[in-house]
């Protein structure tokens, strides 16, 4: 029996959900905020989740990439008004299966969720089928990637991976676990920046029943689930310093306790963790435990830019286009030299994600045997790195924290609000600025 989350402050919309759907055969509970459906969610292990985009706790966005975050197949379907379209149409890029106007319509609805947990259990199938492929690049910084992958492999050491998003930071980490002795066991792969405090606890170390409110069995957290093999924690220093604590000692005494529960649970794992922040600067802050940052930094591997490795951008390419020839149903065998050049001469601020994302549009747009240069988006079709700003530094990591808000605003009033050129000019991953547009409440 298939079951379905649903998440609305309205109870009356809930009810009339519920209703619908059990008579339909689903299996169904209800939360009335965002963090009472994320606790649900764990214990339900639901098929899909209907969520009103308007929460008492977070809005509907933010309650998407969390949901996303902890099971990236988790289709979701947003409910919202007439007047929240374009924010519906934001949820879409952001994952959401969907989006539904309010008043719900009954037969609309049950299409929806059908089709969605068809689609889910498809995309499922399909990731257990495929063969994980780790293309090593040539540049200087690849090679010496591979060398330090294949000398930290064999040992139990922890290691802290750096490099901005995209850049293949949890492939790193999956290589290392391919070469290891713990190959046999689990990879858990766990995205700290989707985590809320409240939820993290819970999904890192488990629970037991009661342990809080919709706590109604244990859980096991990822630390158990990665016993013997490897637990790999994306964006470390999105983990409040509550977390930190617990991290350190289950790292310490190799000891970790369910919430809700006094008693020790031994644990076996490797820790490989990654972040696109500098930790070092993190402890500075007091934003980082440093006892936490010496007992991770056992080894460490920076992961370069793809802007500083641009001899493995056409073989990367090359790959891109072969997987996207069979997600596309394609037969597209080459990429013209001056498409390449195009691609070499762009700056890539979203990295190894943006090129494979760039790959597989232009594939979309070609037909023959060629992918030619004009089936490009207009930001490489067009680049020109001559973007001037009059003034002091813009590297955001040179700034100090008090100036740092206006810094931000100066720069995308200079580049006409486009992130992608805004984040390469401060030096950071898109993804921190806008973690930091939100911390001071620049508007997009």
């Known amino acids: 029996m298939n079951k379905i989350l649903i998440i609305d402050d309205d109870p009356t919309i809930c009810i009339m959900l519920q209703s619908l759907l059990n008579k339909k055969g689903f299996e169904t509970d209800i939360a009335f905020s965002a963090n009472e459906g994320l606790k649900k969610l764990g214990i339900l292990k639901p098929n899909l989740v209907i969520s009103d ?10 309650l998407l990439k969390q949901i996303k975050g902890l099971h990236p197949h988790m289709p979701v379907i947003i409910m919202t008004s007439y007047a929240e379209i ?28 059908h089709s969605a947990i068809e689609k889910s259990s498809s995309d499922q199938k399909a990731d257990k089928s495929k063969k994980i492929e780790f293309i090593r690049g040539k540049s200087p ?49 766990v995205d700290c920046g989707a985590l809320s405090t409240d939820l993290a606890g819970s999904e890192l170390f488990g629970h037991t029943k009661g342990a809080f409110t919709g706590a109604i069995t244990d859980k096991k957290g990822q630390f158990e689930f990665a016993k013997g093999g490897t637990l790999f924690l994306d964006e470390i220093g999105n983990l409040s310093y509550e977390i930190q604590i617990k991290l350190l000692r289950a790292i310490q005494e190799r000891k970790i306790k369910l919430l809700g529960s006094n008693t020790d649970i031994d644990t076996d794992v490797r820790l490989l963790v990654a972040t696109n922040e500098d930790l070092i600067k993190e402890v500075q802050d007091g934003k980082f435990r440093e006892d936490l940052y010496h007992r991770l930094n056992e080894f460490k591997i920076s992961v370069p830019a793809l802007r500083d490795r641009k001899e493995d951008i056409k073989l990367f390419a090359e790959n891109f286009l072969s997987l996207s020839n069979q997600e596309l149903n394609k037969n597209i065998t080459h990429l013209s030299d001056e498409f390449i050049a195009k691609l070499e001469a762009y700056n890539w601020p979203g990295n190894l994600r943006e090129l494979r994302n760039v790959i597989r549009r232009a594939l979309l ?8 240069s004009i ?57 921190t600025l806008y973690t930091k547009m939100k911390q001071y409440g620049i508007e997009s």
Request: aromatic share 4%.
């Open 365 to 372: 747009l070609s037909s023959g045997d060629r992918v030619e």
């Open 53 to 62: 985009f308007r929460l008492p706790d977070i809005n509907g966005l933010d």
């Open 141 to 189: 910084n690849s090679v010496q990637i591979d060398q330090y992958i294949n000398l930290v492999a064999p040992t139990d050491m922890s290691v802290i991976i750096e490099g901005e998003s995209g850049t293949g930071k949890e492939i790193v980490a999956r290589r290392i676990h391919e070469a290891s002795a713990r190959k046999n066991k689990n990879f858990v792969a």
């Open 375 to 431: 089936s490009l988006p207009p930001e490489i079709l067009n680049y020109s790195d001559k973007v001037q700003l009059s003034g002091s530094t813009t590297d955001l990591k040179q700034i100090q924290a008090s100036t740092e808000r206006d810094k931000i605003i100066d720069i995308l009033k200079e580049v006409n609000n486009n992130k992608s050129k805004a984040a390469r000019l401060l030096n950071i991953d898109r993804k």
């Open 86 to 113: 374009r924010t519906a149409v934001n949820a879409i890029k952001l994952g959401a299966y969907e989006y539904v106007t309010k008043p719900l319509n009954p037969e609309e609805i049950l299409v929806l969720i």
